[in-house]
């Protein structure tokens, strides 16, 4: 059983910075941070794909290429999502996920384990 627990979310203006923590139990190959907003649909922000200490592979929505950055600490058992320049429609409750098991593609891994979210509300 895998636990996580987002923190670091908050309200910042438009331009800003946050930086979102995810604090996990277990390793598994596959995280991911996910978002939704009221309204919308759950949309996969960014993915990454590790064992051990080394990182193979990361993914960004079209939305956050170039402004997110995601990356783990398999030490700390931590992940976290590093947010420049955010803009008003990145407003939404942000949530840290897993995928047990092994996948070819963390973008279309099957996340099973959810943390509780964490809110980040961007001003312009």
């Known amino acids: 059983q895998v636990q996580l627990v987002e923190s670091g979310g908050g309200s910042v203006q438009s331009g800003g910075s946050l930086t979102l923590s995810c604090a996990y139990t277990?390793?598994?190959?596959?995280m991911a941070w996910f978002r939704q907003a009221p309204g919308n649909e759950r949309e996969r922000v960014a993915t990454l794909s590790s064992f051990a200490t080394t990182t193979y592979a990361d993914s960004y929505a079209d939305s956050v290429k170039g402004r997110f950055t995601i990356h783990r600490d398999n030490v700390k058992k931590t992940l976290y999502l590093q947010m420049n320049s955010l803009k008003s429609e990145d407003t939404a409750m942000y949530y840290c996920?897993?995928?047990?098991?092994?996948?070819?593609?963390?973008?279309?891994?099957?996340?099973?384990?959810w943390g509780q979210g964490t809110q980040v509300t961007v001003s312009s």
């Open positions: 996920a897993a995928a047990s098991g092994f996948w070819r593609s963390c973008q279309s891994a099957e996340y099973n384990y």
């Open positions: 277990y390793v598994t190959t596959c």
